[in-house]
């Protein structure tokens, strides 16, 4: 008869096991919620390759939450931020308070901000805009458009990743692609730029 021993893994081990399990749970997390960029700003020349092939020269129509008729054309003459999103975004809803206090801080300048909302389901967009429209004053409050509207036009393409945003001088000229989080650099683009 052959004696069996019980043997304790050693510290390290479990440790290498641990921190295994970590990783993989870290990838997996990752990977599902791959439609969200998780990381700051990527480098401009990175994000410009991640980034749809844009016209120089943008065009994007249809009807604001509003039911107002939008042509972004009708904004030459103004710095554009158009940022395109989605409710099942947390990068996006996070970026909403900053992309909102920044506009209400340019009132009166020549700056829109445009933002196009790509969920699938317009019921997911209406009940994230009751909850804004009954917590966020007007003055902070934006061009909002649903890619899913039957008149929703645009030359843009799709986006790989969101959020993702374009920003348009003054010619109605896209001068930078964003990927991911809006870099702190963009703002200081747009007041360049005004």
């Known amino acids: 008869m052959s004696s ?25 997390w990752m990977a599902m919620s791959g439609a969200c960029a998780q990381t700051a700003a990527r480098p401009a020349a990175t994000a410009a390759q991640a980034a749809p092939q844009v016209a120089s020269l943008p ?3 249809g009807k604001t939450i509003e ?19 989605s409710t099942n975004c947390a990068v996006c809803r996070d970026k909403m308070p900053e992309l909102r206090s920044n506009y209400q801080g340019w009132t009166g300048k020549p700056f829109e901000l445009v933002a196009v909302n790509t969920d699938t389901r ?46 348009i001088d003054k010619t109605g000229k896209v001068v930078q692609r964003y990927v991911g989080r809006i870099p702190p650099e963009a703002w200081d ?6």
């Open 59 to 61: 065009a994007i129509e």
């Open 4 to 28: 069996v021993r019980a043997t304790r893994p050693s510290p390290l081990s479990c440790t290498r096991r641990l921190s295994l399990g970590v990783a993989a749970f870290a990838m997996s």
């Open 189 to 194: 683009s747009i007041a360049e730029l005004l």
């Open 122 to 167: 317009v019921q997911d967009f209406l009940d994230y805009e009751r909850i804004i429209s009954a917590t966020v004053p007007l003055k902070q409050r934006f061009v909002q458009l649903w890619t899913g509207e039957t008149g929703y036009r645009d030359n843009i393409g799709k986006h790989a990743q969101l959020p993702s945003a374009l920003l």
């Open 67 to 85: 039911g107002a008729p939008f042509k972004l054309e009708s904004l030459k003459g103004k710095v554009v931020l158009v940022m395109f999103w």
